[in-house]
Antibody, heavy 117, light 105 residues
C-alpha cells in the first residue's frame, strides 16, 4: 500500500518561497504522475499541478508563473516551490498519486501552510 | 481551462435516502471524471473514476454515471458514514467542482 507524506514549514512570510516535499513509500515513484492539490481553510479543492517521474510537468495557469515542480527518483520524493507567496496561498497542501487511469487514488494527510508575517 | 459546475452546494438528507449530485463540464471530457469524498480534517478519498467505475472497496450504493458534459453521483440508502463533502474532478486539466456538502436533515 503506497503512502505519501508532505513535509515543509508550516509558516512562510509574505513574498517568500513556499517549499514542500512529498515522500512516497510502499511503492516506486517511477511510472506515475504525481500531483499537488491545495485547499484554503473552509474552501474547496484547487489543483496545483503534476510532475511525471521523468520530470515532465503541468500546472494550473493561475499558478504557473510562480511554481516549480520537480521529482527525485533516487529519494522517491517530489517537490513543490511556490514563489512570492501572499495570504491567498494559505492552505492545506496535499500530494497525491495519479492512478494512470483517471483519478487520484492515494493522498498524503496534508500539511497546513500559513502565509503570515 | 475546463470549468466544472457542481450542484447543489449543500444537500440535507436522512439515513436511508437516495441522493444525487450533479457535475457539469464546460466542454466535453468524454468519461474522464472522478468523484471524491472528503471528511473534515482528512484527505479526499477516490470513490469513482472514469465516470462510472467504482474504486476497489467502495460500497456499491455509490454509483456514477454520465459522459460528455453531464455527470451524476448517486448514493442509494444513505449510511451515517456517507455524510461528508463530495467533489468531482475532470481529468484532462484536473479542475475540481466546488463541492457538495451532504449533511444530516
Amino acid at each position: 500500500q503506497v503512502q505519501l507524506q508532505e513535509s515543509g514549514p508550516g509558516l512562510v512570510k509574505p513574498s517568500e518561497t513556499l517549499s514542500l516535499n512529498c515522500s512516497v513509500s510502499g511503492g516506486p515513484i517511477r511510472g506515475r504522475y504525481w500531483h499537488w492539490i491545495r485547499q484554503p481553510p473552509g474552501k474547496g479543492l484547487e489543483w496545483i499541478g503534476y510532475v511525471y517521474y521523468v520530470g515532465d510537468t503541468d500546472s494550473s495557469p493561475s499558478l504557473k508563473s510562480r511554481l516549480t515542480l520537480s521529482v527525485d527518483t533516487s529519494k522517491n520524493q517530489f517537490s513543490l516551490k511556490l514563489t512570492s507567496v501572499t495570504a491567498a496561498d494559505t492552505a492545506v497542501y496535499y500530494c497525491a498519486r495519479d492512478t494512470g487511469d483517471d483519478g487520484l487514488d492515494s493522498w498524503g494527510p496534508g500539511i497546513l501552510v500559513s502565509v503570515s508575517s | 481551462d475546463i470549468q466544472m459546475t457542481q450542484s447543489p452546494s449543500t444537500l440535507s438528507a436522512s439515513v436511508g435516502d437516495r441522493v444525487t449530485i450533479t457535475c457539469r463540464a464546460s466542454r466535453s471530457i468524454s468519461s474522464w471524471l472522478a468523484w471524491y469524498q472528503q471528511k473534515p480534517g482528512k484527505a479526499p478519498k477516490l470513490l469513482i473514476h472514469k465516470a462510472s467505475s467504482l474504486e476497489s472497496g467502495v460500497p456499491s450504493r455509490f454509483r456514477g454515471s454520465g459522459s460528455g458534459t453531464q455527470f451524476t453521483l448517486t448514493i442509494s440508502g444513505l449510511q451515517p458514514d456517507d455524510f461528508a463533502t463530495y467533489y468531482c474532478q475532470e481529468c484532462n486539466t484536473y479542475s475540481f467542482g466546488q463541492g457538495t456538502k451532504l449533511d444530516i436533515k
